[in-house]
């Protein structure tokens, strides 16, 4: 199983960018994926999850300018951020799970499988 991370990078305040997550070795279509992000020194915190039925769930602190969604076809999750603020910068990580349940979204430690991360950098 494997889950690769891209789309990072440094960009104003104010700026967008879109993470890709590609996933392979699973059968993508019945995993709940979700974004995380780790700032230096801090815990990894939840960003945004989509369920295998295509259901949403964001964070308060990214609701209404992040947008994830899936690509079954090219087993593949975007998470599209707009109006980008320093705050959001950190190391994201996309995770994947089969089993999990509603209430486990929000916990890292509830997903089975990882990718490294990418860094996005929000400049002031």
């Known amino acids: 199983v494997q889950l690769q991370a891209s789309g990072g990078g440094l960009v104003q305040a104010g700026g967008s960018l879109r993470l890709s997550c590609a996933v392979s070795g699973l059968a993508f279509s019945r995993y709940t994926v979700a974004w995380f992000r780790q700032a230096p020194g801090k815990e990894r915190d939840f960003v945004a999850a989509i369920r295998y039925s295509s259901g949403t769930v964001y964070a308060d602190s990214v609701k209404g300018r992040f947008t994830i969604s899936r690509q079954n076809a090219e087993n593949t999750v975007f998470l599209q951020m707009t109006s980008l603020k320093p705050e959001d910068t950190a190391d994201y990580y996309c995770?994947?799970?089969?089993?999990?349940?509603?209430?486990?979204?929000?916990?890292?430690?509830?997903?089975?499988?990882w990718g490294q991360g990418t860094l996005v950098t929000v400049s002031s």
């Open positions: 995770a994947a799970d089969r089993s999990i349940i509603y209430s486990q979204l929000p916990y890292p430690d509830d997903y089975d499988y």
